[in-house]
């Protein structure tokens, strides 16, 4: 048996091996494509759901490697969170979507919003942080108001006054900010009354639980009555179904993102949607 355990350490051991080489392949690649601009920026819309318009777009990045194939933003991400590639992937994002939306608000009566996520990895120095948002808004052009933050609970977790500060800095300047994946994180409620937030966005995974018939759907009820006690502003993202939809219209939750609407797509395929949403 001694012998065994003994074989089953080696074997884990390369395990643990292949595991660390798949990530130092990948982080050698991914350095690669962003110095060779390849990774892109897709679009998806945000729908007031009342009237079926487009209210702003989330930006989402997307990477396709010669070698690795398809790489799902989750994987690609959490590499470059453990090896800084987080903020020149925020850069691309911030610029790329910052001059497109522009573009397109250019010809719009209303303009889009535009939100870009944020990594908690990115607020180790929040004051540099915000100075940076504020100099690439201002390079592009780019209003604050329609500027919206998507960042975790863990964000709020694991950091400091210094993040506080930073994100009252950031709505100062007229950005907002959204809470994404709300009430997957386990933190204390008490946050919620006194941080500097607008909008809470519910994670898919409550959405996805709604059922033909309503049920399973306390969670999502709940979160949209909190935000409402607290006079926030609430958003459903992974739409998927018209009766999820009819549910959260039923339960005045009128924002709402998802496949139902349309996946995240590239600029142009955005600008096709914008036409037969216009028409
Ligand atoms: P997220 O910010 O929660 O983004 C929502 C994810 O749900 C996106 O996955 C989107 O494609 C997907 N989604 C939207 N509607 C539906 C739906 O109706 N059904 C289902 N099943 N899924 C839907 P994506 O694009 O693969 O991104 C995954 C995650 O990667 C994002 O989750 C975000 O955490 C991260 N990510 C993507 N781009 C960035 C970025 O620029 N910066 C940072 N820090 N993270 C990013
Ligand atoms: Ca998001
Ligand atoms: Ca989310
Ligand atoms: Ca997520």
């Known amino acids: 048996a001694k012998k065994q355990g003994g074989n089953q350490a080696i074997v884990y051991d390369e395990e ?35 009237a079926d318009v487009i209210t702003g777009v989330e930006a989402l990045l997307r990477w396709t490697d010669e070698e690795l ?25 911030m610029k790329k979507a910052c001059t497109q939306v522009n573009k397109w608000n250019e010809q719009r009566e209303e303009p889009l919003s535009l939100a870009v996520n944020f990594s908690a990895k990115q607020f180790h120095d929040p004051a540099s942080l915000v100075k940076q948002v504020k100099e690439i808004l201002a390079e592009c052009q780019f209003a604050p108001n329609h500027f919206e933050v998507e960042i975790t609970e863990s964000t709020l977790l694991f950091n400091s006054e210094e993040t506080i500060k930073a994100l009252k800095d950031l709505r100062e300047y007229g950005i907002s900010i959204s809470i994404d994946d709300f009430g997957t994180g386990y933190s204390s409620l008490s946050y919620l009354k006194t941080l500097p937030i607008d909008c809470l966005k519910i994670d898919k995974s409550f959405i996805q639980d709604i059922k033909e018939n309503y049920c ?13 006690s607290l ?36 600029g142009e395929e955005l600008e096709d949607f914008l036409a037969r949403m216009d028409a």
């Not at 399973?216 to 409402?228: F, H, M, Q």
């Open 16 to 50: 643990i091996n292949k595991e660390k080489n798949k990530k130092l392949r990948m982080e050698a690649r991914l350095r690669k494509a962003i110095k060779n601009q390849e990774i892109e920026v897709f679009y998806q819309p945000k729908i007031d759901a009342r």
């Open 216 to 228: 399973n759907s306390e969670i999502p009820s709940a979160i949209i009555n909190l935000a409402r």
């Open 231 to 266: 006079r926030l502003e609430v958003i459903a993202e992974g739409v998927e179904e018209e009766y999820q939809k009819e549910f959260l219209l039923k339960n005045n939750c009128y924002h709402m993102q998802g496949y139902l609407f349309s996946r995240p797509v590239r």
């Open 69 to 93: 194939g398809f790489v799902s933003p989750e994987v690609f991400v959490s590499v470059a969170e453990e090896t800084g590639l987080i903020h020149p992937l925020w850069e691309i994002a």
